[in-house]
């Protein structure tokens, strides 16, 4: 028995999130479903994160024991036959039989689109905020509020299973990246050593918030003060804008083939 960790890319908007749940297809339940009938026994998959329904990952990472000797090269591509094309497994690789993927990572890096040019083809891969005023220099003020330690109670759904919402967010930026269209779209990228549920989200809708009615940006250190989950000053925006692009683990622990990697990050 080894134990392999992934680097996975998937369509969020196909199924219901990550996790195992009621509601059917997830991303782990396929990836699961795959390797059980390759290894003809129960297989478990566990990832760094939990994107939420709608979400997309460019750079998910999960880890599982396999007993079949395969090279993880051969695993790889058998496991195109089993899974939906919504789902790249992008490389895999092994590793020390102590490693977990969730537990052993460093930080996490999200991305959101923000699309100024509204089609039917890009509406379920980018958020469009068209009847919001966006002013991106003041949203780019309101990031100094963000950054290091703080409690994002407010900024997060309740969860009875964590006991602080605690995170420390190392990097955040505002970008705008030009298009194969040639058309800009507006990107807010966050890293930090833990996310909540919903907290990227209610992050994007309190800066168009901020932008919209025109708010001083240190609202943004009276909202996070409020550590109330219930909020009515900015809305949680769609998940369909929202990307998992990286999990980031010392370097001795796992490493990926980065001509994989940096081929899937080229779509934004």
């Not at 923000?114 to 009847?131: A, L």
Request: hydrophobic share 40%.
């Amino acid at each position: 028995m080894k134990r392999l960790a992934m680097l996975i890319a998937y369509d969020g908007s196909k199924y219901f999130g990550w996790q195992v749940q009621k509601q059917s297809p997830t991303v782990q339940e396929c990836l699961e479903k795959a390797l059980s009938f390759i290894a003809k026994t129960e297989i478990k998959v566990i990832g760094a994160g939990r994107t939420d329904t709608g979400v997309h990952a460019l750079g998910q990472v999960a880890h599982f024991d396999f007993p079949v000797k395969m090279t993880t090269e051969q695993l790889r591509i058998a496991l195109k036959s089993f899974i939906k094309h919504s789902i790249q497994v992008l490389d895999i690789v092994e590793v020390d039989p102590d490693f977990h993927s969730r537990y052993d990572a460093l930080a996490r890096t999200y991305k959101y689109v923000i699309t100024f040019h509204r089609t039917p083809f890009n509406c379920q891969y980018k958020t469009s905020f068209h009847r919001y005023n966006l002013d991106i220099e003041a949203m780019k003020a309101c990031i100094p509020f963000f950054l290091g330690k703080n409690d994002f109670t407010s900024f997060s759904k309740p969860n009875p299973d964590i006991t602080n919402y605690i995170a420390n967010v190392y990097e955040m930026t505002i970008s705008c990246s030009s298009t194969y269209l040639k058309n800009n779209d507006l990107i807010i990228e966050i890293t930090a050593n833990r996310f909540f549920h919903n907290m990227i989200r209610r992050i994007v809708g309190a800066l168009v918030s901020v932008s919209h009615k025109s708010l001083k940006p240190d609202v943004i250190h009276e909202w996070l003060k409020m550590r109330k989950h219930e909020q009515k000053n900015y809305f949680t925006a769609p998940p369909n804008g929202l990307y998992l692009t990286k999990i980031t683990y010392p370097n001795d622990v796992v490493s990926f083939n980065q001509d994989y990697f940096g081929d899937i990050l080229n779509i934004l």
